[in-house]
């Protein structure tokens, strides 16, 4: 699907790329069915927020899922999500089938209600806890994946310390973050804003301290274990290894050989880092 109509007040895609388009079902499956008989393995369905996909034609995101799912296509991913439109149906349907991969990227931008609202993001702090705890308890070894946005303007240390509760309470497997930077012709760009940019570095530094720990943390529970890794071609830093990703997202460099690239193959894990893991090709 292409464009966005959530309108977030610091977001400039509904102004260059329009309001929601969905492409028809069916030239999707076709396209994955034609993927899948080429020797593709993998898949991903995109949309600024995919999952608000099928509204303008009358379908919903949870029966394309599916229908992706029944291809028989190995893996599934899709990017990205917006809590406002994460339904109970999808929940289950990735939960049904072993080919939609575990890993949600679920971004919250803020833990502080009163920043969200000013984020026109739709939702709450409670209402985003509550989703992220529906997804953990019925998808099992699911990865969540998030993005928060440090300094809104005006920000206060008590909103910034409401979004470090909410990441002390996900323990997220990982988190894209940012400094608030005004775009051009948003309603987010005309707020006033007071606060420094040495402050929003500072707040920056200590929210990446948190999320790598548990970025850390959650990959140590994968050492010495075996997992699948589609292996996608040579690492960059070793030109001896290649590299691939786990269902749940988490990069991988492998010690193996390169005929291995292209294909879904178990690896055991060996070391555990915040951003990558390092793993042996088990023949």
């Known amino acids: 699907m292409y464009g966005c109509d959530k309108f977030c007040t610091y977001c400039i895609v509904p102004y260059t790329r329009g309001r929601e388009r969905s492409r028809q079902p069916e030239k999707i499956i076709e396209e994955v069915i034609d993927l899948k ?22 379908v919903k995101f949870s ?9 028989g296509i190995e893996r599934i991913r899709f990017v990205t999500s917006h809590p406002w439109n994460f339904t109970d149906e999808m929940i289950d ?5 072993k080919n939609i991969m575990p890993y949600i990227h679920l971004p919250i931008q803020s833990g502080s209600d009163e920043i969200l609202k000013r984020m026109n993001r739709r939702y709450t702090k409670k209402e985003y ?14 990865a969540i994946t998030t993005d928060i946005i440090v300094g809104f ?7 910034f310390e409401e979004t470090l509760d909410v990441v002390k309470t996900c323990e997220f497997d990982g988190a894209y973050t940012f400094i608030f930077s005004p775009r051009e012709g948003t309603p987010a760009a005309r707020m006033e804003d007071k606060i420094s940019m040495k402050e929003k570095e500072e707040r920056l530094y200590k929210l990446n301290e948190l999320v ?39 990069l991988v460099n492998i010690n193996g050989p390169k005929n291995i690239i292209g294909k879904i193959v178990r ?17």
């Open 212 to 250: 790598n720990y548990y970025s850390n943390k959650s990959n140590q529970k994968l050492l010495n274990q075996e997992v699948e890794v589609l292996v996608l071609g040579v690492s960059e830093k070793d030109s001896n290894k290649v590299y691939g990703y786990t269902d749940t997202m988490k």
């Open 93 to 97: 349907v990735i939960a049904k089938y």
């Open 63 to 71: 029966d394309l899922l599916e229908s992706v799912a029944k291809t």
């Open 153 to 159: 303007p005006n920000e206060s240390e008590e909103d």
């Open 37 to 58: 008989n080429h020797g593709y393995k993998e898949v991903t369905l995109l949309g600024q927020n995919v999952n608000a996909y099928g509204r303008d034609i009358g």
């Open 129 to 142: 806890l509550e989703l992220f705890n529906k997804i953990k308890n019925k998808i099992p070894n699911v």
């Open 267 to 283: 690896v055991k894990i060996t070391d555990a880092k915040s951003f990558s893991l390092d793993g042996e090709y088990i023949n």
